[in-house]
């Protein structure tokens, strides 16, 4: 397997594409949000139960390949917890991560994601789960989606 | 190239020209991440042949000129190499007339030519029939006809949890009523590989009084194609997936019906007179093709139907189904793999189209492109399609004229070391 792919598929990416976390839907949710990446078919669909401007829980559900999946996941641990304006620079070292594949000095598990930047047409998997999150967040009834498109 | 099927396939002076075929697309001679490369992505585009390249310079290098209006030496000369390209065209369809064939930009194109051309002679009671198989490009044109009139659209069902079954023919009685106006149906999927009873279902809309509108974007340039034995009205089609340039296709209409249709873009080109009230319009194709055409690549177009009818269409259709056929096999035998489509024996032709339940078309496509095989995945723009098969993408092999044997083992080791990586086999 070339260095490229093996970047690519860290074992990071592998564990959570195969142990999805908060993986389902929330009951108890009172934001959701759906994401689609229409070139690939990829889905993601993002609940969120806030508490205040917190996020208190966080669970997603969808389809689409391990790249996209295994980002929703680790986006779900990451993003726990925290504050809307907090998700938003957190993406914005994502998005910075993936498309650079330059990391951050401290230590995240984010970084696993650096090597999509060597595959251009993968960015929008990585950051699918996070644009629902950032819709749901907003209160955007919208779906988000990786493509501007209009009906 | 593939000495064991060719010998079964090709006889006499055709088997020369087989066993070189691969030494005619230069594009195939190219490492990718330093393996050779494996183009098993011919649905979505085929590759030129060294004389589609060249008929397309040779153009540009000596006759490049406007056609039609001109009286020079070199429009002349265009206007001749443009206006043989259709009769080339015409031929390898078997149409009647060479002004049966409309240039358009592609099979995308022509069926919007004919939809809203159509449309303006619809009204609300009058049904679309299409199938649940369709390309977006043979569906949404007709979801737009029926908006735009007031028509309902209806489908021919699709049978089996894998579309094993194809076409539900025996529906078709119930939808194929007097009130079906249009009949728009593929000829071979892009999704499943399937072959339709083309003819059958021309016969079918014809006793009905519809109109029949062949897909032939996957069947063009995989086996014979005869416009006037299969009854059909109108078949649209790409230059790209034939060996032509892209940029260029075809809408073949018949004569009686292109003359009573209305022109859908107008300017120079596709009139008669005009004065600053109105004008009228040139009969058929002209009328169709208002502005400038493409003038080169419907040359090079021609040189593709040359090319194709030295190589035989019916060793075309023989070899491409052969592929299918041997992918099918080797491909059942992965563990997991849900394979779509008519089952082994079945009339697939050019193409296998896959899943697997834990690992997705697009990591099998960006896995398979580092061992140098270029496949496509996802919903092959037939996301109606893949929601009530239960999927969101699959990924998909597709054959042409220069694959080989070999390829299809390179593609079952490339996905056999995919499946193990994620811990599927
Ligand atoms: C069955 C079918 N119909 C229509 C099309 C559209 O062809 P084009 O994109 O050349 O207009 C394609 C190709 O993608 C196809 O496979």
């Known amino acids: ?151 | 190239m593939n000495p064991a099927l060719h010998s079964a396939l090709v006889a006499g002076p055709a088997a020369d020209r087989w066993k070189n075929v691969r030494a005619d697309f230069p594009i195939l001679h190219q490492d990718v991440h330093g393996k050779p490369l494996v183009y098993l992505d011919n649905a979505a585009t085929a590759h030129k042949p060294r004389a589609v390249i060249d008929a397309l310079v040779r153009f540009y290098e000596r006759d490049n000129s406007n056609v039609h209006r001109g009286l020079h030496a070199l429009s002349m000369r265009a206007t001749d190499a443009y206006e043989g390209a259709r009769a080339r065209v015409a031929r390898f369809i078997n149409a009647a007339d060479p002004s049966e064939i409309i240039f358009t930009r592609g099979t995308t194109e022509s069926v919007n030519l004919v939809a809203r051309s159509v449309a303006a002679t619809l009204r609300p009671g009058d049904v679309i029939l299409c199938t649940e198989m369709e390309h977006h490009s043979n569906l949404v044109p007709w979801q737009q006809a029926a908006r735009a009139s007031g028509a309902t659209l209806e489908f021919v069902p699709v049978l089996g949890t894998d579309a094993e079954g194809g076409l539900d023919l025996a529906a078709l009685d119930a939808l194929l009523t007097p009130h079906v106006k249009v009949f728009a149906f593929t000829h071979i999927s892009n999704t499943l590989g399937c072959i339709n009873p083309v003819a059958e279902l021309c016969r079918r809309a014809r006793a009905v009084g519809a109109l029949s509108v062949i897909d032939a974007a996957q069947s063009i340039g995989h086996g014979p194609l005869d416009v006037r034995a299969l009854g059909a009205d109108y078949v649209a089609f790409s230059g790209h997936k034939m060996c032509g340039p892209t940029g260029i296709g075809v809408l073949y209409g018949r004569r009686a019906l292109l003359d009573k249709l209305a022109p859908d873009e107008t300017g120079g080109g596709m009139v008669v007179t005009v004065d600053y009230a109105g004008a009228k319009w040139k009969p058929a194709p002209e009328r169709f093709e208002a502005g400038t055409p493409n003038v080169a690549d419907a040359v090079a177009l021609g040189a593709a139907c040359d090319y194709l009818d030295a190589l035989g269409r019916p060793e075309i259709a023989r070899h491409d189904e052969a592929l299918a056929a041997l992918a099918y096999e080797k491909l059942s035998a992965l563990p997991g793999i849900r394979l779509l489509g008519p089952r082994a024996g079945g009339a697939r032709r050019g193409l296998v189209s896959f899943a697997f339940a834990d690992v997705h078309a697009h990591d099998i496509v960006t896995f398979a492109d580092e061992d140098g095989v270029a496949l496509r995945g996802g919903h092959h723009c037939n996301q109606p399609l893949m929601r009530k098969l239960g999927l969101t993408s699959t990924t998909r092999a597709s054959f042409y004229v220069y694959n080989t044997e070999q390829e299809i083992d390179v593609l079952v080791a490339s996905l056999r070391r995919i499946l193990k990586f994620f811990g599927s086999a």
């Open chain 1, 1 to 151: 397997m070339s260095a490229d792919l093996s970047e690519l598929y860290q074992q990071v990416i592998l564990d959570h594409n195969k142990r999805p976390r908060n993986r389902g839907k929330l009951p108890t949710a009172n934001r959701v949000a759906h994401g689609d990446n229409p070139t690939c078919g990829d889905q993601c669909n993002v609940y969120l139960r806030l508490d205040g401007d917190r996020i208190a829980e966080i669970s997603f559900d969808g389809s689409g390949c391990a790249i996209s999946q295994a980002s929703a996941s680790l986006m779900t641990t990451q993003v726990k917890g925290r504050t809307g304006p907090e998700v938003e620079s957190l993406y914005r070292q994502f998005h910075h991560i993936v498309t650079s594949g330059e990391t951050p000095d401290e230590i995240s598990d984010l970084a696993a994601f650096a090597g999509v930047h060597t595959f251009p047409a993968r960015i929008k998997c990585a950051t699918l789960g996070w644009h629902a999150t950032l819709n749901a967040l907003k209160g955007d009834a919208a779906d988000a989606t990786t493509e501007k498109h209009t009906d």
